[in-house]
Structures are given as C-alpha cells and as structure tokens.
C-alpha cells in the first residue's frame, strides 16, 4: 500500500512538473518579458518548488505536506497565463496574479492548501514589500517558504553558477530577515545553503529526479498505460482554459476540439476509455502554443515567414510536454499530429499515410474543421456547412475522405 502511494505521489508531481515547464514556455512572451524580465522563461516554477522541497523538509514538513509544497512551487506563478488578456505592462499583475492563480489551483487536489500557498506567495514581514499587506498570521508557513524560494530564484544569475552566489545570497537574506524574508524560514534557508549539492541541483537538467529522489526515494517512474481520472481531467481543462485565453480568437477552441473529436470517436464505435482519452487529448492538442508571443496569434495582417516557422513549432512542444507528463504514447500522438497530412506535407514530424493513426486523423479533421467555423485576425468564421464543404475539396492528399463523411453525420 504505502509502496503505491510513493508512485501516485511520483507520478502526481512529474505531471505537475511537466505543466509547470508549460507554463514556463508560455512566460517568454514578448509582452511579459518587458514586465518582469528575470527568471521568467528559465525553469523559473521548477527550481523553485525545488528551493520551496528543501525549505519544507528542513522545516519538518510531513510527507504529505512536501508533495503540496513542491506543487505550490512548480504553479506559484500560473496566475500570470490567466492575466495575458489584461496584461499591458501592468505591474498591478503582482496582486492580480496571486488572487488568479489562488482560483486557479482551487480545483487540483489539496486545492485549499494551494490556493492559500499562492494567494500569498509575495508577502513579506514588512507591509512595504508586499502585494497584499496580509498579516503574518494570514501567511500559511507554505507562502512564507514560497517567497523565499521565489525572491532567491529571481536573484540567481543564470550566467554564473550558482555556488558562486552563495556567500552574496547567504549575506543579501541575513540583511532582510524581518524585512522581505520571515526569520524561521530564513533559518531553514541558511541551513539548507550549507549543502553543496543544494547549489549544484539547481543547476541540473534532471532536477525533477532528483527532486522524486529526495521525496519518494525513487528517480524513475512506472510507465503508464491508462489514463487515470481524477486530477488530470482538472488540470487538461485549465490548461485548455489558459492556452485559449492566450488569443482573443481561440476563445473556446480547445475545448470544442475536445467535444468535437469526443463525438467522432463515439461515432466510430470507440470504447469509452479510449474515448475519454481522445477527449483529454483534445483539450491539450495546442499546449505547444502557449510558447507561441501573443502578438503573432493575434496578428491581423498575413505572417511572414520566420512567424510561420515559429506558429509552427507548437505541435512539436505538445509532443515534448505530453511525454514529459508521462501520457499514454497514443494519447501524446493523437494531441500532437494535429497537423500532419496523409500526404507527408504536415509538420513537425512530416508523417505519411499509415504513420498517423486513426485518432490522429480525428483530431486533424476536427481541429481543421473548428478552426474554419471561428473567427481568425484575417477572416470570418465559416458555417460548418461551407467549412466540410471546403474540407471535401483537400481530401485524399491531406485528411481523409472517410472521416469527413462522418463529421457530417456526426458534426452537423
Ligand atoms: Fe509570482
Ligand atoms: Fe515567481
Ligand atoms: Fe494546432
């Protein structure tokens, strides 16, 4: 029992940990980089919930509490994805993306714990340098830790290595304890900063093994073969959510997506297991887009060139973040062969015929067919009719005809 519990908790963290390097992808976006500049876009979440683990343990957090706290860490700043509409250099996103980010994680598990974690993860003892002026006894310990971790992240270059830094971030919290850093968690850090493998963790491509290494005594994780419901259907649907908030234009086009190839699938007589997975798919088809700059998805005018090659990438970031997370291998390519045509003329990986199977196919039709019936910065949307009507037309060299005889029986 106790051994299948360290594996759901393994596996619970690397999908968290896989999501928060999208979120990280999402955060070089032209517009936030002016804003906030440092750390943003450098595995900013992952290092850290690493800081926020070792915090935690030396603070004799429980088993339990430790999986939260490196949760917290690695989705403190998911607010900020929810704010992209708003955003113009608006540095009132410090409050903004607290609160966001707070309703954001209320649904994953232990949602209260994180919630509260992130609501206030940029307070400080003096009122002066925070964003909400909470009290200390409103600031839960994991906030208190969270700061820390996310004022030490911010202030590490990312050109020198990081135990040269030492003695200057040693010096730099010894000056603002009671300031910006509560004294008991500037202990803890004071503590942990003795290790050497501390400062040459952080630095370390794996840190995600070493991170399960520490908590669950295991670096490699059981392959996975299902699906399992619960958590994941949660985080796929926030997910969706924050890549569509992304564009003005793609309101709801994961989530269509999603319904739409759910009612193919049904229409092909799929089981229900496998119709479930086609549809969490869906919902993360475009996650590479959330490293594509807004300004071109909202561009109004055609793209150039180089804009294309970079439009292009995000099936290729689909396909490295869905493995990442652990998915099934089919549901990774069902999401991430979006835009491969039959006839080898598709991208990233320029797949032919037989290589795209049959959920593939779905998800291409389905998504072409979503994309024509919304609106896009260079046109109208189509009516669904005028949409496979057009479909029909590119059948045989792109998509195949079978298929779009049944998004008209099932889609219209
Ligand atoms: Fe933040
Ligand atoms: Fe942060
Ligand atoms: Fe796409």
Known sequence: MEEQELSEDAFYIRRMWSFSQALDLGLVDDEVEKGLQVALGQRHGERVAYIAMRLGRCLGFSKKDLVNVTVAGLLHDIGILGCFREYHGDLRIMKKHCLEGALVVRRFPSGAFLASAIKYHHETPDPAYSVLRASYEEVPLTARILSLADHVDVRLQRRRQSRHERDEILKWIDEETGTLFYPEVAAAFTNVAQKE????????????????????????????????????????????????????????????????????????????????????????????????????????????????????????????????????????????????????????????????????????????????????????????????????????????????????????
């Open 197 to 412: 493998a501390f400062w040459l963790d952080i630095e370390q491509a794996q840190l995600l093994q070493i991170a399960l290494g520490l908590l669950c005594g295991q670096w490699h994780l059981p392959a996975t073969r299902e699906l399992e419901f619960g958590f994941t259907d949660d985080l796929a649907a926030t997910f969706a959510d924050l890549i569509d908030q992304k564009s003005r234009f793609t309101a709801r086009h994961s989530r269509s997506v999603a319904e739409k190839v759910e009612r193919m699938a049904k229409g092909l007589g799929w089981e229900e297991n496998r119709v479930h997975e086609i549809y969490v798919s869906g919902l993360l088809h475009d996650l590479g887009k959330l490293s594509i700059p807004k300004k071109i998805l909202d561009k109004s005018g055609p793209l150039d060139p180089s804009e294309i090659d970079i439009i292009r990438t995000h099936p290729y970031y689909t396909h490295c973040l869905l493995t990442e997370a652990g998915f099934p291998t089919r549901m990774v390519e069902w999401a991430a062969h979006h835009h491969e045509r039959l006839d080898g003329k598709g991208y990233p990986f320029a797949l032919v015929g037989k290589e795209i199977d049959e959920g593939a196919r779905l998800m291409t039709i389905v998504d072409i067919f979503a994309a024509l019936t919304e609106d896009r910065p260079y046109r109208l949307a189509m009516t669904p009719g005028e949409a496979l009507g057009m479909m029909q037309q590119s059948t045989g060299t792109a998509v195949d005809v079978s298929l779009v005889d049944l998004a008209k029986r099932v889609l219209l």
